[in-house]
């Protein structure tokens, strides 16, 4: 039997804002949740046991780049990600799809699966739906993703129509080739933001069983307001007491827009690729550490957060730090800004349990000037 | 009265190697000793928690480099270099001389001080003995160093000779110049390997009595029996309830060979910075972890270390991070490298404490196939 699941815990009464628990072979996580990026199977400067105390819940991490290096192999016999990583706790690995979408040269998509050149080498390689399952089962995360085609945004309705039915026929033969109970597999809704095809998506994966369900083709540079049309033509035809993924989103607007809608998972890399730059997420909003303004500021980074950073180091000495290149800055402002977006779900949580979900995202948006259209979230 | 001090604990019977206490504001640390560098109040990637958990005894940062970024108004406003770096441990500061001799551009020695161009953005800069002492006083270090001039090696007799009378000149105005007692003020015995040079600074420097002794102008490119000469020519002539401290030396037949001369305190970039680029310094001798016969070795570094890093992640995990260009993987490889050398010195007291250097010495110099005379060390 699966020890994998979800239970409902609550549903805020005034939107379709929910709470709940995920089960799975590496201990229970609360959602809605936020999920740090190990692209290379390692959050970038950040140590397993820095990812506890900031109580990160499940970590993401990339079947691509993995595949390129080290090779699924090698993680194989080293017993999975969790043990070549020495992290003991959920994680989840993508299908490899947006990467050859996003990062490969020379795509060329047949209904057999896509031939690209890889982006370290140019070697020729080709990733089917049966292929992105065999990396993941060898990968050994505990959620893994069906092989879907993430279109640009926009298509023309015909060649998303197509696109979405081969997406439809990767999933089924991406369920038909995985057979590891331990792992569960999610089917990915695409469709862009055409609502028929987009419910026509998910009733399908719906029909195949998947025990959760992602909404893909939502970090392709469409704007806030057709991501979160994209949210709502899917996840009406979501089943209440499944998992839903939203993949690749991680700006704090559009998290709590996914959560009004009733979204459970979120990732996104900006959080720890702004940090190494030196810009933090804050209860005050964006902060840029290298401003002259913090050269003397021996106060912390926000006043509110309960981050190892923010306990223990000052802004002047972040700053200096950031300034020289220091990995062990990049470490510290990648900790704080991912507690920062932990924190927030934690807060969401309570808010949702509680149901004032609505009231809470109002006065978040108000207080940092976000709306539902075009902000970018911070 | 001041709060530093130095016991002699022991004497091996049968060598100068000896054992002791350094006492300090910030706490007591037993010698012999090696100092992990944090050049930018930071040892690179690692964090004050993860020094503590390798036992390191003082952390030693750069005056010159402080000077530069973020300037010493900005330490000394966060309250000294332990506040700014959150380092509840001693810390030892350098004159900024070395960096101004090996880094700096457009050199002008006059009896004053040195003019130079910085290497950051060649502003001209003018650093003094006095100079020297301001800056070290505004960082706050437990142990700071007199300005000294680096000769090149070799210099002529003639110049190495005046050389080391401005030197003492230099040290007499710097000790006249600090004020603080909080922070113990060492001279520094230069002269080359010429044995009549090194007798009489060193002699000087005692009559003027500093509460510690470094050993200079020892890791500017002589050979490793030039080295030894020079501990020789400067050590006979120190006190024996002194500390002394060896600058810039760290390879491990070094340090040894120092401990046998009665040498205290060592420090290094050398194990950092190997590490940054995969190379290891193990009980078999050093390791890169990039070579490909680490592919599939899920065992640690090494058995015998009971560091962060071989506790907890295998040989294939390290080298799939140090070839990806991971932060994770050089804070990893730099955490297990300090702690080899710490664990070095660990082993280094207990022989001293017990008669039993030279066995000690002789039998590690064996099995590494070291020698007193132009090995590298590992």
Redesign the interface.
């Known amino acids: 039997m699966s020890k994998f699941g979800f239970t409902l815990l609550h549903t805020d009464k005034n939107s379709g804002a929910r709470t709940g628990i995920l089960h799975t072979p590496h201990g229970d996580v609360l959602t809605p949740m936020f999920m740090p990026v190990g692209t ?9 046991e820095e990812l506890t105390a900031m109580k990160a819940g499940v970590i993401l991490s990339n079947t691509y780049h993995l595949w390129l ?2 090779g699924e192999q ?1 993680v194989k ?3 999975g990600l969790h043990k ?3 992290v003991d706790r959920p994680i989840l690995t993508d299908s490899g799809g947006f990467q050859v979408f996003s990062l490969a040269d020379s795509r060329k998509i047949t209904e057999e699966g896509v031939t690209f050149k890889n982006h370290l080498n140019g070697d020729t390689m080709f990733l089917s739906p049966e292929k992105a399952i065999q990396i993941q089962n060898d990968l050994g995360a505990d959620i893994i993703m069906s092989l879907d085609e993430c279109p640009a945004y926009p298509s023309t309705h015909n060649y998303m129509k197509a696109s979405v039915e081969r997406t439809l026929r990767w999933a089924k033969r991406g369920k038909e080739a995985h057979q590891n109970e331990n792992q569960a597999l999610f089917g990915i809704v695409q469709g862009g933001d055409y609502a028929d095809l987009r419910e026509h998506c998910a009733k399908a994966l719906v029909d195949m069983d998947f025990p959760g369900y992602s909404i893909g083709g939502t970090s392709v540079g469409e704007d806030k307001a057709t991501l979160y049309r994209m949210i709502d033509h899917s996840i009406v035809h979501l089943p209440t007491h499944k998992p839903r993924y939203l993949m690749g989103v991680g700006s704090t607007d559009a998290i709590l827009e996914g959560v009004l809608r009733g979204v459970d998972m979120f990732d996104c890399v900006l959080p720890t690729r702004i940090a190494r730059h030196g810009t933090l997420m804050t209860s005050e909003g964006r902060l840029n550490i290298r401003n002259a303004k913090n ?2 500021d ?1 106060g912390p980074i926000d006043p509110q957060c309960d981050c190892y950073t923010c306990q ?3 802004r ?2 972040l ?3 950031i ?2 290149d ?6 510290l402002l990648s900790i704080h800004n991912l507690r920062f977006l932990i924190k927030l779900t934690e807060e969401v949580r309570q808010a949702i349990n509680e149901d004032r979900f609505t009231e809470f995202k109002d006065a978040y948006f108000k207080k940092h000037h976000l709306n539902s259209v075009n902000s970018r979230g911070f």
Chains 1, 2 share one sequence.
């Open positions: 290379l199977a390692t959050v970038k400067f950040v140590s397993p290096r080290p090698v016999a080293a017993g070549f990583m020495n050269e003397m021996f223990n180091y000052s002047a000495y700053r200096h730090l300034r020289c220091e990995g062990l800055g990049q470490r």
